[in-house]
């Protein structure tokens, strides 16, 4: 039963991971760049709403925020 249990989560969460690992690259590039608390929180708020199911496209090789926020457009239109 624990075998059906993992596989069955296992198998909701995979789309995810690679948002979880994008979403890590997104925070390093605000935490470098921006240092006031409020603007950080509505940055991590425009990538949650960006976030959909499946793959997320290819993220930014780059580490400056403008093209992330770029990204995350891009991103939230697929997702609407």
Not at 31 to 48: A, G, H, P, T
């Amino acid at each position: 039963m624990a075998v059906a249990i993992r596989d069955r989560l296992a198998a909701h969460a995979a789309p995810r991971a690679g948002w979880i690992e994008i979403a890590a690259r997104f925070r390093a590039v605000v935490r470098s760049e921006v240092s006031d608390w409020s603007e950080k929180k509505l940055l991590y708020q425009k990538f949650i709403h960006a976030i959909q199911s499946g793959d997320p496209p290819d993220p930014p090789a780059s580490k400056k925020l403008s093209d992330w926020l770029a990204w995350i457009e891009k991103a939230g239109e697929s997702a609407e």
